[in-house]
């Protein structure tokens, strides 16, 4: 029995062998998320499905998704520090319509002055024009875990970190964060110095904010769970990660974009920062 084979023999096996595994792992991702359908956002995504039925999601423990005190928000009535807002003050949000603030929750952090940050207490920090022209029009500092509206889906703001125009840091000299969160009756997106950003969705995690029982004074017990999200919440983990790269594997060289929605995105905003940072030095 001939067991010898060529180098392109071998190739085509390899190839097919690969192509036919994954293959069949992405047909099995339609059975799998047709449960999930009913779960959906308004704006339904197979990619956000499938970065959570692969990746299993994000969540857990840790500090709420927040804005850092000092960043200006768009109300009716302009630009206004989001400290200084009330609750009723109407926001403008995505699609130019108005919405009445329902609550405004604080968290703070201190640390000593030699002390460093918990790394998961650092905010990130959105450069001016790091999306797009006057996109933010100032530095925003948001929670890693806030998600940022790319038009499409929500990205928490920890994905899209390239180390040029979106970087994990918090401001200088600061021993103390504090951290507001806006929440509507639905979960909205909003203008953070220009930049969309998400509401507050995961009621459960009132409990966490200093001010909660402003909350309750003014709407008693509602009840926890999650407002419908606004749009496709895309999260990513290392599992996912050398999922997509595995399945990569079989269509290399095939001229196929392989990369998630995310992964696309941050590529995108890590190359306008190249290029801005070109451009500032020439």
């Given at each position: 029995?001939?067991?010898?084979?060529?180098?392109?023999?071998?190739?085509?096996?390899?190839?097919?062998?690969?192509?036919?595994?994954k293959?069949?792992?992405?047909?099995?991702?339609?059975?799998?998320?047709?449960?999930?359908?009913?779960?959906?956002?308004?704006?339904?995504?197979?990619?956000?499905?499938?970065?959570?039925?692969?990746?299993?999601?994000?969540?857990?423990?840790?500090?709420?998704?927040?804005?850092?005190?000092?960043?200006?928000?768009?109300?009716?009535?302009?630009?206004?520090p989001?400290?200084?807002?009330?609750?009723?003050?109407?926001?403008?949000?995505?699609?130019?319509?108005?919405?009445?603030?329902?609550?405004?929750?604080?968290?703070?952090?201190?640390?000593?002055?030699?002390?460093?940050?918990?790394?998961?207490?650092?905010?990130?920090?959105?450069?001016?024009?790091?999306?797009?022209?006057?996109?933010?029009?100032?530095?925003?500092?948001?929670?890693?875990?806030?998600?940022?509206?790319?038009?499409?889906?929500?990205?928490?703001?920890?994905?899209?970190?390239?180390?040029?125009?979106?970087?994990?840091?918090?401001?200088?000299?600061?021993?103390?964060?504090?951290?507001?969160?806006?929440?509507?009756?639905?979960?909205?997106?909003?203008?953070?110095?220009?930049?969309?950003?998400?509401?507050?969705?995961?009621?459960?995690?009132?409990?966490?904010?200093?001010?909660?029982?402003?909350?309750?004074a003014?709407y008693?017990?509602?009840?926890?769970?999650?407002?419908?999200?606004?749009?496709?919440?895309?999260?990513?983990?290392?599992?996912?990660?050398?999922?997509?790269?595995?399945?990569?594997?079989?269509?290399?060289?095939?001229?196929?974009?392989?990369?998630?929605?995310?992964?696309?995105?941050?590529?995108?905003?890590?190359?306008r920062?190249l290029?801005?940072?070109?451009?500032?030095?020439?």
């Amino acid at each position: 029995m001939e067991t010898d084979q060529t180098p392109s023999r071998r190739s085509f096996i390899r190839f097919s062998t690969i192509t036919t595994a994954k293959a069949a792992v992405l047909s099995s991702l339609p059975i799998a998320l047709a449960s999930k359908a009913q779960a959906s956002g308004r704006h339904s995504s197979f990619i956000s499905d499938c970065l959570e039925l692969i990746g299993g999601g994000g969540g857990g423990g840790g500090p709420p998704v927040c804005l850092l005190r000092g960043t200006h928000i768009q109300t009716e009535r302009g630009l206004v520090p989001i400290e200084s807002l009330r609750v009723g003050d109407l926001i403008v949000v995505v699609g130019g319509a108005t919405e009445p603030l329902k609550w405004i929750g604080r968290k703070s952090y201190r640390k000593q002055t030699k002390e460093r940050w918990a790394r998961r207490l650092l905010p990130v920090r959105v450069a001016p024009a790091a999306m797009a022209p006057d996109v933010p029009q100032r530095p925003v500092y948001l929670s890693q875990r806030h998600s940022i509206y790319d038009g499409q889906a929500l990205i928490p703001a920890k994905y899209l970190v390239n180390r040029h125009s979106i970087s994990t840091e918090a401001p200088v000299d600061l021993d103390q964060l504090d951290y507001y969160q806006l929440e509507f009756d639905e979960h909205q997106v909003f203008f953070a110095e220009g930049l969309p950003v998400e509401s507050f969705q995961a009621r459960d995690l009132r409990p966490n904010f200093d001010n909660f029982e402003e909350y309750r004074a003014l709407y008693g017990d509602d009840g926890g769970g999650s407002l419908q999200p606004f749009a496709p919440v895309l999260r990513r983990s290392r599992t996912s990660d050398k999922v997509i790269a595995l399945l990569r594997i079989g269509i290399t060289g095939l001229g196929v974009d392989a990369r998630d929605h995310v992964q696309r995105v941050a590529s995108k905003l890590k190359a306008r920062a190249l290029v801005l940072d070109s451009t500032d030095h020439a």
